[in-house]
């Protein structure tokens, strides 16, 4: 029997609805969960009290003594989270506990730099047809504010860094919504000309060209929701000792490497692949995930969970805070800043089992890395930890005035990657770093970008 066949004929009949509703009406435990549902917010009636009771927000190994950061209404957390972790060797310098870095200025090469990446994705796969899945996929994911641990170390690397005064928020930086909107449209109808370009046998000067008359057009849009980025900056401030510092004229790698230490080139990004097929102790990579044409790749050594706990705990226990990503809303509790892997218990409210495992999410569309942020402390019992403490980009108005607990199952759960030093890893691991990656298709999870 056909695929089509089978759904012409597979209905459900008016009885069968009959009985669903008959059998519902004489399940007293429904009925209950039913008046409760209708008038209060599910979360409110799934929270697992005792879960919620237990857990201290309390950590043995604390870093920050900082302000949080907002990203807003955009994508770039990021960004954030790794400007955060430059920051944090930025404050010592400096002796400024507040210092921030201009979270517009890489957010704005970040833009320029995928126009042209998406440009020649187009022109590299010309000869497809528009309907073709990767044609389709890099389209539709156009010009998202997304990003991974790889992408911010390329911007950082070629265009350096600046502090937040030297190009502060726009409307645009902190509500991307209407300039991600138009630049997609500018870069579709691109791709549509440089088709054709392709398709009527148009030369490497000619496409290069085109490409060239779109990246005026995008940098000329960046910069009018954006501002401009500034080439160098005359830096001077006033410490928390009230101390006043002349530097002079810097450029923005300049003022990078004279006010942090982190080498950039010794991080790489270890995630928790659940899927049996991608062995652990291997790298991967995503088909066309990137930013920075001949910057670096984004490549992941696949490592087992606890691997991720113990360089975690050890880096802030060094004094480190930690650069990670995760699936941000599952068992998420946003008013107490709360993640535990059995913070609700929707199956008890429905009387349905809804249980899958990390590995089932994943391959079912259920699970991905979304957001990432910055641990900046840990609880450590006999040596096993038990929580963690994180700095999220959302504003003080939640937590611990943004600060935020994640219990150690929930870690186990929704954890997929971290940023380390790879000096920390084994020998046997060091050398996988140097193997050819498997590589996955662009729209594999493993590609999630996280907003």
Not at 156 to 173: D, H, I, L, R, W
Not at 276 to 295: A, D, M, R, W
Request: net charge negative.
């Amino acid at each position: 029997m056909s695929e089509t066949r089978r759904l012409a004929t597979k209905t459900i009949t008016n009885n069968q609805v009959s009985e669903l509703h008959q059998a519902f009406a004489d399940d007293s435990a429904a009925i209950l969960a039913k008046n409760a549902v209708t008038r209060t917010a599910l979360n409110e009636l799934a929270v697992n009290h005792s879960v919620l009771a237990s857990s201290s927000h309390s950590v043995s190994d604390r870093l920050d003594d900082w302000k949080v950061t907002n990203q807003k209404k955009s994508g770039r957390c990021w960004l954030f989270a790794a400007l955060n972790l430059l920051r944090a060797e930025a404050r010592q310098i400096l002796n400024v506990k507040d210092f921030e870095f201009s979270q517009n200025y890489p957010m704005y090469f970040d833009k320029l730099e995928r126009a042209n990446y998406f440009l020649q994705s187009v022109i590299e796969t010309a000869d497809r047809p528009l309907d073709d899945r990767l044609v389709v996929f890099l389209s539709e994911s156009l010009m998202g504010d997304g990003g991974q641990w790889n992408m911010s170390s390329s911007i950082f690397k070629k265009y350096g860094a600046v502090p937040q005064e030297a190009m502060p928020e726009t409307e645009s930086s902190s509500d991307t919504a209407q300039m991600n909107a138009r630049l997609k449209t500018l870069l579709r109808k691109a791709a549509l000309e440089l088709r054709q370009a392709v398709a009527s046998g148009a030369s490497e000067t000619e496409l290069d060209a085109a490409v060239q008359n779109t990246i005026t057009e995008v940098h000329r849009v960046l910069t009018i929701h954006l501002g401009a980025p500034p080439s160098s900056i005359d830096w001077q401030w006033i410490d928390d000792d009230k101390k006043f510092s002349r530097e002079g004229v810097l450029s923005p790698q300049e003022f990078l490497a004279k006010y942090t230490k982190l080498n950039l080139d010794d991080y790489v990004c270890l995630v928790d692949d659940p899927r049996t097929e991608h062995p652990k102790g291997k790298t991967l990579t995503v088909e066309y995930l990137g930013n920075v044409i001949g910057g670096d790749d984004t490549v992941y050594l696949n490592v087992d969970i606890q691997l991720m706990k113990d360089l975690a705990k050890d880096a802030l226990q060094n004094g480190s805070p930690v650069w990670f990503g995760c699936d941000v809303g599952p068992q998420m509790l946003r008013s107490d800043g709360l993640w535990d892997a059995e913070l609700f218990d929707y199956s008890g409210v429905y009387g349905v089992d809804l249980a899958l495992n990390k590995e089932q999410r994943v391959n079912i569309g259920e699970s991905a890395m979304t957001h990432a942020m910055l641990f900046t402390g840990v609880d450590v019992l006999d040596g096993q930890t038990r929580r963690w403490r994180v700095e999220n980009s959302w504003g003080e108005e939640n937590a611990d005035k943004g600060f935020y607990t994640m219990n150690d199952s929930w870690f186990d759960e929704y954890m997929f990657e971290i940023a380390v030093d790879k000096n920390k890893l084994s020998p046997e691991l060091q050398a996988a770093l140097a193997e050819q990656p498997l590589v996955l298709p662009a729209w594999d999870p493993m590609g999630a970008l996280a907003r």
